[in-house]
């Protein structure tokens, strides 16, 4: 596997970073994750928007212009083979004696961006959907920051497979729903898509803009509000969005069957329309 780091291409087994680095201290960092289909980068422009504000909130300045990153990820997609992949992209304050305040002078940002095969959900797992546990949401108040200092979200993720699932549902002051561990969340509700809001408390995903795109171009009904934990509880569907996921479906939740715990109307038609999205943007 070819990775890219600190402006030079090479192997995954020859990359190095100092122990110093503040993204291994600290944490100190941010990361994008992009899916690529027929080695074409998906919604990039958006992707790069949004490293843009993640680095922008914690006060590091872009290493790269836009030009600059749409040329190394094409290399890197380019220097691997599979067809389907997806970048993760991650850039650090870099290397510095420990101390928590940003170091001055800013030392060079360490930029590391590896290509991993992107295997989307299987034809089984879309037919009996996935199970997932509903967990408090004990982050941070930067949700909307894609932070590399990822251990909350760690742990929750761990909660759920320990019990068997997939996925955590975060609720937040036991009131409202922001996301899962590491996707967004959908509602649906008397055929109604219900969204929470992009804010602080959760991480704006670049699918869950699509989904409610493809809502929108094919009228169907959209909420974007807070979500309450019981509007959870009571879904008709719940339906689960990331760059690596795509669109899934959630069928049981704390051991408990989603409406009548089948992929319901609404995920059939998302999944279909995004699939079509996909043929059309990216496959041509
Ligand atoms: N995670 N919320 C969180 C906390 C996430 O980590 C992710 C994605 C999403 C979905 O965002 P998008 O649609 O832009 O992928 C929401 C990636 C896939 C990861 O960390 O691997």
Same mark, same amino acid.
């Given at each position: ?12 087994? $020859? ?52 030009? $600059? ?5 094409? $290399? ?169 996921? $795509? ?38």
């Amino acid at each position: 596997m070819s990775i890219f780091l600190n402006g030079e291409f090479m192997p995954i087994e $020859e990359a190095k970073v100092p122990v110093l680095d503040r993204g291994f201290i600290f944490g100190d960092g941010v990361y994008e994750v992009i899916p690529v289909y027929s080695r074409r980068a998906f919604r990039l422009a958006e992707h790069l928007q949004r490293l843009q504000h993640s680095l922008d909130g914690i006060q590091l300045k872009n290493p790269h212009s836009d030009d $600059e990153w749409t040329t190394i990820l094409n $290399e890197l997609i380019r220097r691997n083979t599979p067809e389907d992949q997806y970048l993760y992209l991650h850039v650090t304050r870099g290397a510095a004696k420990r101390d928590h305040a940003f170091p001055v002078p800013a030392p060079t940002p360490t930029v590391f961006v590896m290509s991993n095969p992107l295997t989307t959900p299987s034809a089984e797992l879309l037919k009996s959907g996935i199970s997932c546990i509903t967990v408090v949401d004990n982050r941070w108040l930067r949700c909307d920051i894609k932070a590399i200092a990822l251990l909350p979200n760690v742990l929750l993720r761990q909660a759920a497979v320990a019990a068997g699932c997939a996925e955590a549902i975060l609720i937040r002051n036991d009131e409202f729903m922001t996301e899962g561990a590491a996707s967004n969340i959908f509602v649906v509700k008397n055929g109604t898509l219900l969204a929470p809001p992009k804010d602080n408390l959760m991480l704006p995903g670049i699918t869950y803009d699509v989904i409610l795109e493809i809502a929108a171009a094919n009228n169907i009904p959209c909420e974007v509000r807070k979500v309450l934990k019981e509007e959870v509880f009571n879904a008709d569907e719940l339906l689960l969005t990331s760059s690596t996921k $795509e669109v899934m479906v959630i069928t049981t939740l704390d051991g408990k069957p989603v409406g009548d715990g089948k992929p319901g109307a609404m995920f059939a038609k998302l999944h279909t329309l995004y699939q079509t999205f996909k043929q059309e943007v990216m496959r041509k």
